[in-house]
């Protein structure tokens, strides 16, 4: 049974740490950015290292209060909000935010958990080097928070998500001990993996306080266009042509679907869009080249090839860096539209490349017997990862469909279950999707999961409800 983090649990920290760990709890700690969790009160203490940070846990599993990590906030799960139970300590990471070293030779840099993701990519590009993964809240997520939920973004086709990029962390366990796996091995063959078990977990099982990643050296030459697709499974037959032409140069593919752009016009009308009438499916395509290699010659063979069969009829290729940033910041600003609209339903959805096609035919059938509803259906095509949502008619309220709102989403996951996807790609589960991962998880897996859990934590306190149950 867990106990609040009151003012005398307060007084026992205040002595126990150096002055100023503990921090006013302000209105920022207590909110996500649905505005769909509340937090319940508690505590916040912001370490300055790694042994501070073993301290307050040691403390906490002694008083067995709860413990919520806090990194940038940007999580879409509720993964960072307690919303009921004992008040909880939050253990924010943002003190612990520097870039630590650099090993170019080796592709090799060391963070704190909460260094932020845009300051990991200016340490690396410094030393001629690319971190690769690429979200749109990079400005403002940190990368403990980043390695938690296992994160993915727009490079994961060529890079792999979070946890393909990560070499070791070092991480504090629920008792206050130290796991000291801050390791630049490449091959590490000594026993059981702890740091994929730790990436992932969303704070569940220990708080990672730092981690060496993979670094990759930056393509010579880099180039993007925009390609008018018939379909979506014209779209995945282009990927496919893609990759047998370009292989590994193919860094990014994005599906994007004329309700995005509707949105975009709707909410901002000042940002300049491609097509003069926005196409029903478009696709972004990004490429990274090595050395001798021209990116715009590629893309204009590539779309040549489409043409010819019949998978594309329109398109637009960057003609310099500038063209390549609009094209992606119009990609990347389709989310803050969908919040400007306001969804019914948001579903972060992965699904087998083959089945895509199929899935959006047959959900958007299905949602349309619901009621009068927009679907905006866009996301990492490459990789299999959709954001499939749902938004009210023109006019309309998200409030006026609330009572949709399960229905929806519940429509939505059997669907994806039913064809062997996953209703969790690359947010997590957080609190939110606790009951999609008991309907849809693997009994096994779960049971599995819950003895990892109790054996790493057993007095619960780790980040309790999120993931699994408290």
């Not at 490429?287 to 990116?295: A, E, I, Q, S, V």
Request: hydrophobic residues 45%; glycine residues 10%.
């Amino acid at each position: 049974m867990l106990t609040a983090a009151d003012s005398a649990f307060a007084a026992r920290l205040d002595a126990a740490l150096p002055e100023g760990t503990l921090r006013p709890l302000t209105a920022a700690y207590q909110e996500e950015p649905r505005g769909r969790f509340h937090g319940n009160g508690g505590l916040l203490a912001a370490p300055r290292d790694t042994e501070e940070v073993a301290r307050v846990v040691a403390l906490c599993n002694d008083a067995r209060v709860g413990i919520v990590p806090w990194g940038g906030g940007t999580g879409l799960v509720g993964g960072q909000i307690l919303s009921d139970g004992p008040a909880p300590l939050i253990l924010s990471l943002e003190r612990m935010n520097k870039v630590e070293a650099v090993y170019p030779e080796e592709n090799v840099l060391i963070a704190q958990a909460g260094a932020v993701l845009e300051d990991i990519h200016a340490a690396a590009r410094a030393r001629d080097r690319l971190f690769p993964l690429t979200l749109a809240s990079q400005g403002s997520c940190r990368i403990g928070g980043n390695l938690a939920t296992n994160a993915g973004g727009v490079n994961v086709l060529r890079y792999g998500n979070a946890r393909e990029l990560c070499l070791g962390v070092e991480a504090v366990l629920a008792d206050g001990s130290v796991l000291r796996g801050l390791k630049r091995l490449r091959k590490d063959n000594t026993g059981y993996d702890l740091k994929d078990l730790l990436i992932g977990s969303e704070g569940s099982l220990g708080v990672i306080t730092a981690a060496s990643l993979k670094l990759s050296p930056i393509p010579a030459a880099e180039g993007a266009a925009l390609m008018v697709v018939e379909s979506p499974a014209a779209a995945l037959t282009l990927l496919a042509m893609a990759r047998a032409r370009l292989g590994e140069g193919v860094s990014g593919f994005e599906l994007i679907a004329r309700q995005g752009l509707d949105f975009l016009a709707e909410t901002m009308p000042e940002l300049r869009q491609p097509f003069a009438t926005p196409p029903d499916w478009m696709v972004l395509v990004d490429l990274g080249l090595p050395r001798g290699l021209d990116p715009q010659a590629a893309l204009e063979e590539l779309f040549a090839a489409g043409a010819e069969a019949g998978l594309v009829h329109d398109g637009v290729i960057a003609q310099n860096e500038a063209q390549r940033a609009e094209f992606w910041t119009l990609r990347e600003t389709i989310p803050e539209a969908n919040r400007k609209i306001g969804a019914i339903s948001s579903h972060d959805i992965s699904l087998p490349l083959g089945a895509i096609p199929d899935f959006i035919a047959e959900a958007g059938a299905a949602l349309a017997r619901l009621g009068e509803i927009r679907i905006n259906c866009f996301g990492h095509l490459g990789d299999g990862n959709l954001h499939y949502n749902a938004f009210p008619a023109p006019g309309r309220d998200r409030a006026d469909y609330e009572a949709l709102r399960e229905p929806v989403k519940r429509l939505v996951h059997d669907l994806v279950d039913r064809y062997d996807g996953s209703v969790s790609a690359e947010h997590g589960i957080g609190r939110l999707k606790v009951p999609d991962l008991e309907r849809y998880g693997d009994p096994a897996k779960l049971a599995v999961m819950r003895a990892i859990k109790a054996a790493l934590d057993p007095n619960g306190i780790m980040n309790p409800g999120a993931v699994l149950r408290a």
